[in-house]
């Protein structure tokens, strides 16, 4: 029998050996941390405090305004120096709180968030994940307590832990998986009895032997969880592909996960769940991987949210002989977004810091179609990137809709193996991103 894995897809270079190795080791930031209201898919956050105010570590700043929303905590002690319009990683200034760093670093009392997990309900439970304000981590930042509230929880089959980690460069949930693999398999099963009929999968590329191999031993008298090695291939870690590989289940892009009975969550995800339940701790932290070849050491950061970027890029010792990379992408190679500044803060769906001493994609002079079909072969969504493109370019909404664009995952397959350099994802992107800003209004 071969290894899980769906049609389609691409081997890129994945440039983990850089960090692979790399115990993660916790950074406190020096300077004021920044932390936007929108680092979450739904409504802004609503700030609780006000300029002057002296804040702890974990204590609540900004409160979800709605169902699809996330509480945000600081990460630091400090002052609130203001609240107003900063720039972010995304490029634009979103409303964001500011507190000037005391370097006391100094908490709440986690253990009165504490109860005896024993005499919790799941309503409980998605309360203590709300209150935490956990996301996704791996990118989406949907907040984890909607996930964890499908309309019809009957049908909830699996719960399946993102750990394909199949972005080059990204070895951050790896590094988790080998130092915490206790705490992520609690927080899956957490998230398990939530469900009367839920198992668990753990599902990881078999480009990493050594997680599969120790966690599959740490889960070999549970029958509720197992660890599944799926085929090293990008974008095995996008969640319809995920689901596929897994289950057999397809889910196309009018469908949640939950339709065909999965949730899905980020290695990291599942930890932030674990420290919120069991230790009573809001999300201030995650892991970061600080990477690329411009890079003096590549490391896997430990980061306070709201930390400033530049000062990631310093504790990675700095850039090679000094000099500016040409490219810098927030993210890995593939989904990732190249930033202008570093004068911006880490946020919840910062996973990676990847720094490029040349840009390959800017040299690249795109060329007319050659009508090849290679970015038919390796599309994941199953739909017609160069065709798509077409359409996007010329404005023709019915077309690309009734050829399927929604069903664009946005992976990058198409550009990178195309032989003609066309920037068919970033075509197609963007009409979809206008579609679906037509249909919110």
């Known amino acids: 029998m071969g290894l899980l894995t769906f049609s389609g897809g691409i081997h890129p ?52 305004s709605g169902f699809v929303s996330a509480n945000i905590h600081s990460s630091i002690s400090g002052t609130v120096k203001a609240i107003e319009p900063r720039l972010t990683s995304g490029g634009t200034k979103v409303t964001s709180i500011v507190v000037e760093n005391d370097g006391q670093f100094e908490e709440v009392d986690f253990s009165e968030n504490v109860m005896d997990l024993s005499t919790l309900y799941r309503e409980d439970i998605k309360d203590i994940i709300k209150e935490a304000g956990i996301v996704g981590l791996g990118g989406a930042g949907f907040p984890a307590n909607v996930k964890l509230s499908p309309k019809n929880e009957d049908d909830i089959d699996y719960i399946i832990v993102n750990g394909a980690e199949c972005e080059p460069y990204l070895t951050s949930d790896y590094r988790r998986m080998m130092e915490e693999a206790d705490k992520i398999i609690l927080g899956l099963q957490i998230c398990v009895n939530l469900f009367d009929n839920a198992k668990g999968i753990i599902a990881i590329e078999d480009n990493k032997p050594e997680a599969i191999k120790l966690l599959t031993e740490k889960l070999k008298d549970n029958d509720k969880i197992t660890v599944n090695a799926i085929k090293t291939k990008y974008p095995q870690g996008a969640e319809r592909q995920l689901i596929y590989a897994n289950t057999g289940r397809y889910v196309n ?34 892991v970061v991987t600080v990477t690329g070849d411009a890079i003096e050491k590549p490391c896997n950061l430990l980061v306070r949210i709201g930390t ?134």
């Open 308 to 441: 400033n970027l530049q000062e990631l890029i310093a504790a990675a010792g700095g850039f090679k002989d000094g000099i500016m990379p040409e490219k810098i992408v927030v993210g890995g190679p593939m989904m990732g977004k190249a930033v202008y500044s570093l004068d911006v803060p880490s946020t919840k769906g910062v996973s990676a810091l990847l720094c490029m001493s040349h840009d390959e994609v800017a040299a690249l002079e795109p060329t007319n179609c050659i009508r090849c079909g290679r970015c038919v072969d390796v599309c994941p969504g199953r739909v017609v990137p160069s065709l798509l493109a077409k359409y996007a370019e010329h404005g023709d909404i019915d077309s690309f809709l009734k050829h399927d664009g929604m069903e664009c995952c946005e992976c990058g397959c198409c550009s990178y193996i195309c032989p003609a350099k066309r920037h068919l994802t970033q075509t197609i992107a963007g009409t979809r991103k206008l579609i679906l800003a037509n249909k919110k209004k």
């Open 13 to 64: 270079y994945e440039g983990k050996e850089l960090t692979m190795e790399k115990p993660i080791k916790e950074y406190l930031p020096k300077g004021d941390c920044v932390y936007p209201l929108n680092q979450h898919i739904g409504a802004p956050a609503v700030p609780v405090v006000k300029k002057g105010d002296r804040v702890l570590v974990g204590q609540k700043i900004a409160e979800a």
């Open 253 to 286: 892009s009018k469908m949640l996960p939950a339709d065909a009975g999965c949730i899905v969550h980020n290695v990291d995800t599942i930890h932030a769940i674990y420290e919120a339940v069991i230790e009573g701790k809001p999300l201030i932290k995650r």
